[in-house]
């Protein structure tokens, strides 16, 4: 009944539906490139992600719209093994720092060490029941 549920929340967020990602607050920059649509608290300035519609800070309800910097350093990482279908295994999540002051929990690409410089793309977390992508963003480590 649980895996039942998960299929359907996950075959909400394909790479077919652009709705998918936006479902998960990701826009496109001016250059294509995936950017994290964030919030920035109007009473005391905390710069969150997600946009959850209260400060987690200070409890307002009053905030603006925000995107996040691209790239930031890898707080805190850890490599999940085994996980219900239909998630590809293993696969890595972590806590990225950005520049803002935002911390930022997502996927990782690659095998990025705590303390990388890491930058947002998009990553493919497995197929939902139809064989579609299921994606979402990532941080992946940053060249040069
Ligand atoms: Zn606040």
């Known amino acids: 009944m649980q895996n039942r549920w ?8 394909t790479a077919e539906t652009l709705s998918g990602l936006e479902r998960l607050h990701v826009g ?6 995936p950017v994290l649509r964030g919030a920035r608290c109007a009473d005391c300035g905390l710069v969150y992600f997600p946009p959850i519609g209260i400060c987690p800070s200070c409890a307002s309800t009053d905030q603006a719209a925000e995107d996040m ?8 990482e850890t490599t999940v093994h085994a996980a219900p279908p239909p998630w590809f295994t293993p696969y ?7 520049p803002n002051g935002a911390r930022v929990f997502g996927h990782l690409r690659g095998s990025p060490r705590i ?3 890491v930058t947002l793309t998009t990553a ?9 992508p299921v994606e979402t963003f990532a941080f992946e480590k940053k060249e040069g």
Do not use: F, H, I, W
Request: hydrophobic share 30%.
């Open 115 to 117: 303390g990388d410089r």
């Open 6 to 13: 998960m299929m359907q929340k996950l075959s909400v967020v």
């Open 124 to 132: 493919v977390l497995g197929r939902d029941e139809d064989g579609r």
């Open 69 to 76: 910097p691209r790239s930031g350093t890898l707080y805190s």
């Open 92 to 98: 890595s999540v972590g806590y990225v720092d950005l």
């Open 28 to 33: 496109r920059g001016p250059d294509g490139a």
